[in-house]
């Protein structure tokens, strides 16, 4: 139990929120509702604060609700977006839904026997009993024009001249009534969101004040950004996704391993549920000793077990360290064969037959002659940095250019990582 304004202000988690919620807050459990845009069947890092929001808020005692915006979810949010989006279709949206809500149990308690346990909900179950003229004879004709137009994300739409369609206009509306539903039928009288959403979440304070004459309360997190400017969450590969099958824990990982020491003190406190005494120490630790990357492991370390496993974790620094030669052949052959070639991603690759594979005259022919000139030059210059001590296969030290291939084990059943020198990595397949 904590409480929650104090936890998301030391932690740099608020933008906006409206008049005493605070005071709200104070006189018991009370219910939010954070939305999710059901764009994909999965949450990317981008959505992380959220989370972290909800998980906060049910921590300090409160109930939170996870909306997924099945009816919203086929329009799509037109805030501070430059063009509209693809509709989807049911099936998707219904893949897309049942694909965050089991992201989202890693982070809030669903059980059944807590009085604050988390829910889910999703618009569509509410929003599809309306029929159009109903829409907007009870939820329209309380909000004006004049209103919707003040908004910051529809007047940027407008003002660079490409344009909002009715159907996008609409939008605000309809997460208006999302909350207005919410407040009336489940007593939720707070909804979070990034700071983006400002203008649609005041639409349903609005609109309950207007349609019950009831109190309603908002807060908004602040959108996350790079010290150097560029979009969080971005890669040159695209989107850093809690789905394993999208991003890889090892990618995962990395992606928190390298950010810089400026982003790594405020992403600490957003996306871990360190104590304040904790992050300040690491901090510490930190700020004696930069080069150990003490905040970055630690921001790694905790997110990674909190979106996958402990076990995928361990994996990710097995992978880590093989390139900075602190592993081990046996760290080496636990990686699974994704991992292993992300590890090694642009390392230069040999292909081998199987057959001309199993009739090698030994090392040197491996290296030499089958490795097609791209390790080595020729046999020659391949015995020589052998006998030189400089020549390792799957992390073991090549030392006798006179050796067999046949005790060599073949990683994943058909590669073999081949270390020339300190730096010089190089990966030979062998094909069926």
Same mark, same amino acid.
Not at 198 to 211: A, Q, Y
Not at 244 to 260: D, G, M, R
Not at 320 to 340: M, V, W
């Given at each position: 139990?904590?409480?929650?304004?104090?936890?998301?202000?030391?932690?740099?988690?608020?933008?906006?929120?409206?008049?005493?919620?605070?005071?709200?807050?104070?006189?018991?459990?009370?219910?939010?509702?954070?939305?999710?845009?059901?764009?994909?069947?999965?949450?990317?890092?981008?959505?992380?604060?959220?989370?972290?929001?909800?998980?906060?808020?049910?921590?300090?005692?409160?109930?939170?609700?996870?909306?997924?915006?099945?009816?919203?979810?086929?329009?799509?949010?037109?805030?501070?977006?430059?063009?509209?989006?693809?509709?989807?279709?049911?099936?998707?949206?219904?893949?897309?839904?049942?694909?965050?809500?089991?992201?989202?149990?890693?982070?809030?308690?669903?059980?059944?026997?807590?009085?604050?346990?988390?829910?889910?909900?999703?618009?569509?179950?509410?929003?599809?009993?309306?029929?159009?003229?109903?829409?907007?004879?009870?939820?329209?004709?309380?909000?004006?024009?004049?209103?919707?137009?003040?908004?910051?994300?529809?007047?940027?739409?407008?003002?660079?001249?490409?344009?909002?369609?009715?159907?996008?206009?609409?939008?605000?509306?309809?997460?208006?009534?999302?909350?207005?539903?919410?407040?009336?039928?489940?007593?939720?009288?707070?909804?979070?969101?990034?700071?983006?959403?400002?203008?649609?979440?005041?639409?349903?304070?609005?609109?309950?004040?207007?349609?019950?004459?009831?109190?309603?309360?908002?807060?908004?997190?602040?959108?996350?950004?790079?010290?150097?400017?560029?979009?969080?969450?971005?890669?040159?590969?695209?989107?850093?996704?809690?789905?394993?099958?999208?991003?890889?824990?090892?990618?995962?990982?990395?992606?928190?391993?390298?950010?810089?020491?400026?982003?790594?003190?405020?992403?600490?406190?957003?996306?871990?549920?360190?104590?304040? %005494?904790?992050?300040?120490?690491?901090?510490?630790?930190?700020?004696?000793?930069?080069?150990?990357?003490?905040?970055?492991?630690?921001?790694?370390?905790?997110?990674?077990?909190?979106?996958?496993?402990?076990?995928?974790?361990?994996?990710?620094?097995?992978?880590?360290?093989?390139?900075?030669?602190?592993?081990?052949?046996?760290?080496?052959?636990?990686?699974?064969?994704?991992?292993?070639?992300?590890?090694?991603?642009?390392?230069?690759?040999?292909?081998?037959?199987?057959?001309?594979?199993?009739?090698?005259?030994?090392?040197?022919?491996?290296?030499?002659?089958?490795?097609?000139?791209?390790?080595?030059?020729?046999?020659?210059?391949?015995?020589?940095?052998?006998?030189?001590?400089?020549?390792?296969?799957?992390?073991?030290?090549?030392?006798?250019?006179? %050796?067999?291939?046949?005790?060599?084990?073949?990683?994943?059943?058909?590669?073999?990582?081949?270390?020339?020198?300190?730096?010089?990595?190089?990966?030979?397949?062998?094909?069926?």
């Amino acid at each position: 139990m904590n409480n929650f304004i104090e936890e998301l202000r030391w932690r740099g988690m608020i933008q906006d929120m409206t008049p005493e919620l605070e005071e709200h807050l104070n006189k018991g459990v009370t219910s939010a509702y954070l939305g999710f845009d059901p764009t994909a069947d999965s949450l990317h890092i981008g959505h992380l604060v959220g989370v972290m929001t909800l998980l906060h808020f049910q921590r300090s005692g409160h109930k939170p609700f996870a909306l997924v915006g099945g009816a919203t979810g086929m329009i799509g949010d037109p805030s501070f977006k430059s063009a509209e989006r693809n509709l989807l279709d049911m099936e998707t949206l219904e893949n897309n839904i049942a694909g965050i809500q089991k992201q989202l149990s890693k982070f809030l308690n669903f059980d059944d026997d807590k009085e604050n346990k988390a829910e889910l909900v999703n618009n569509y179950d509410w929003m599809s009993q309306f029929s159009f003229l109903d829409f907007i004879r009870d939820v329209g004709k309380h909000i004006t024009v004049n209103y919707m137009m003040s908004k910051d994300s529809v007047k940027r739409r407008l003002e660079e001249g490409n344009g909002l369609s009715f159907t996008e206009f609409t939008y605000q509306l309809i997460q208006g009534y999302d909350f207005y539903h919410l407040w009336k039928n489940k007593n939720c009288t707070m909804q979070l969101g990034g700071s983006d959403q400002w203008g649609n979440i005041v639409t349903g304070t609005e609109l309950i004040r207007r349609k019950e004459g009831g109190s309603a309360f908002a807060l908004t997190v602040p959108l996350i950004t790079k010290a150097d400017g560029s979009k969080f969450g971005k890669t040159e590969g695209g989107s850093v996704w809690l789905d394993p099958e999208k991003t890889s824990p090892y990618a995962f990982y990395q992606f928190w391993l390298n950010v810089s020491d400026e982003d790594a003190s405020k992403y600490i406190r957003i996306f871990t549920t360190l104590d304040q %005494a904790t992050i300040e120490g690491l901090e510490k630790e930190h700020s004696e000793a930069p080069h150990l990357r003490i905040l970055q492991k630690e921001i790694a370390k905790e997110i990674t077990i909190m979106v996958h496993s402990t076990a995928d974790y361990e994996m990710a620094v097995k992978a880590s360290e093989i390139l900075f030669g602190k592993s081990s052949t046996e760290d080496l052959a636990s990686l699974d064969e994704r991992t292993f070639l992300q590890v090694f991603e642009g390392v230069p690759q040999v292909e081998i037959s199987k057959s001309d594979y199993d009739e090698l005259a030994g090392i040197l022919d491996l290296l030499g002659d089958k490795g097609q000139g791209v390790i080595f030059g020729s046999k020659g210059e391949a015995r020589k940095m052998v006998q030189g001590g400089g020549v390792s296969i799957n992390k073991i030290k090549v030392s006798d250019p006179q %050796a067999s291939t046949e005790n060599l084990e073949l990683l994943q059943g058909k590669y073999l990582l081949v270390q020339k020198g300190k730096k010089n990595y190089f990966i030979i397949k062998v094909t069926a």
